[in-house]
């Protein structure tokens, strides 16, 4: 099978979703091939902008993005750098795209939210969905929550001991909790999820709670409330009930990161994005720097794929973009020399403060997202990397990964897009 197209990107993540929203609104014809899904649906489903103070990492930062500019001050090998223009665009441009498909992503006005994790500790995010975004707890007065039987991975006593102690609730907040049933044996939470979409079993989820309810509550639940983006299980619940119900972030795999996943695919799929997943891409033939056709096999079929301009959003070790193996550290289509940073990949703590080095490991690139030597020059010239693929952050400690997904693939999206205009 042999296609043609503008831009190709490779990759479904949230790097890559979203240069292909962008490159499809300057209307190109846009081709995505992904073999796997990445992490989004792995992640809580919020966009991490910053999460600590670059000067305290124990401290929340009240504002991500002064953050990030005193971060850079310091560090401009992070791929923040690169970005830092269309942080704010790139945004707004997620926030409208969520919007115009019914799932709206909230910010906290400039600051992070600091929203309740399934363990009853708080994280900073800069974006929940509306299901996730739960604001001040100072001023809650009793909070709910509420597990289920089938549901390994929840404990609703563990939330409540834990959420007790982090000093942000107010002193006469009452927390309880309850163990409902959604019908079934034991369940996964994407199974879970499926049947909650189901009216009569969130009647059923009604009709369990009501007696719980008071007129000051506020319920907090795993987040399995649908499996679909545009679901309606929270709405339905939330009105049965009387009361507002948010979930809260868990252990992967998370509904709210596979429902942005799949809200993001529906987008560009409308916007006539050519999208074929389980497809691999194996190999890319390059001369005199230019990328003249990727090889991708799909379904046991073989794909030739000329583009104009490729987007390269594979992801770091997790999504496939990096491979290794001890010693060794490679790009997996491209060849590209991936930058090891100080050449460290790990710590003997697990947990170190300042994170695993190898999580910085990425692709080094210029201003335009192109993948350039040790000695800054552009080695292949129509190509474009973005997302986990960069190097310099180290998403896990600075809580910045889809951040950085997300103003990359925006970026990449809007060069490829102006191309020609
Ligand atoms: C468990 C976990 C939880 C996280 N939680 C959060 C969170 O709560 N908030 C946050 O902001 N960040 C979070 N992150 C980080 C964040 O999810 C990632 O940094 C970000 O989503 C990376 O996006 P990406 O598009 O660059 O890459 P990925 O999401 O990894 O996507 C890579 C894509 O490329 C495809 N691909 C790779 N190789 C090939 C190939 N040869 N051919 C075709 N396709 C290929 C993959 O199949 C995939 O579709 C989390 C990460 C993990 C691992």
């Not at 649906?41 to 919020?46: A, D, K, M, P, T």
């Not at 923040?80 to 223009?85: A, F, K, M, Q």
């Not at 049933?181 to 909650?196: P, Q, R, Y």
Request: glycine share 10%; hydrophobic share 40%; charged share 20%.
């Amino acid at each position: 099978m042999k296609k043609n197209t503008d831009v190709l990107i490779i990759g479904a993540g949230l790097s890559g979703l979203i240069a292909a929203a962008k490159a499809a609104a300057y209307n190109k014809k846009v081709l995505l091939v992904a073999k796997g899904m990445g992490a989004i649906g792995l992640s809580s489903g919020c966009i991490d902008l910053w999460g600590y103070r670059t000067d305290n990492p124990e401290q929340v930062c009240p504002n991500p993005i002064e953050e990030i500019d005193t971060m850079l001050e310091v560090n401009q090998a992070h791929p923040y750098s690169l970005v830092i223009d269309e942080l704010g665009e790139s945004v707004s441009f997620f926030q409208k795209i969520c919007a115009e498909n019914n799932n709206p992503y909230f910010d906290n006005q400039g600051g992070n939210w600091l929203l309740p994790t399934a363990l009853g500790t708080l994280r900073p995010t800069y974006l929940a969905p509306a299901s996730m975004a739960l604001g001040n707890l100072h001023n809650v007065k009793r909070i709910l929550v509420v597990g289920f039987e089938e549901l390994k991975d929840f404990y609703p006593d563990v939330l409540v001991d834990n959420l007790k102690n982090t000093g942000e609730l107010s002193s006469d907040c009452r927390l309880d909790t309850a163990l409902i049933k959604a019908g079934g044996g034991e369940l996964s939470s994407n199974n879970l999820a499926h049947l909650l979409e189901k009216t009569e079993i969130q009647s059923s989820i009604i009709n369990q709670l009501i007696s719980h309810i008071t007129a000051d509550t506020i319920i907090l639940f795993p987040p399995v409330l649908g499996e679909r983006w545009d679901s309606k299980a929270v709405d339905n619940i939330s009105n049965g009930l009387g009361c507002p119900i948010y979930e809260v972030a868990n252990i992967p795999p998370a509904l709210p990161g596979q429902r942005l996943q799949q809200m993001l695919l529906h987008h560009i799929k409308r916007q006539g994005v050519e999208v074929i997943l389980g497809c691999t891409v194996t190999d890319a033939y390059i001369k005199d720097k230019k990328c003249l056709e990727i090889l991708a096999i799909g379904s046991g079929k073989q794909i030739n794929i000329k583009a104009k301009n490729i987007v390269l959003a594979t992801g770091s070790f997790l999504g496939g973009g990096l491979a290794s193996k001890l010693g060794e550290v490679w790009e997996s289509i491209f060849k590209l020399p991936v930058d090891t940073c100080e050449g460290k990949w790990s710590t003997q703590e697990f947990l170190a403060m300042e994170g695993q080095p190898f999580n910085k490991f990425g692709i080094r690139v210029n201003d335009s997202l192109h993948p350039i030597d040790n000695q800054g020059q552009v080695l292949v010239e129509n190509l474009l990397v973005t997302g986990a693929n960069l190097s310099g952050s180290n998403f896990a400690i600075e809580k910045c990964g889809n951040g950085v997904a997300l103003a990359t693939g925006y970026k990449a999206g809007k060069l490829v897009g102006e191309v020609g205009q």
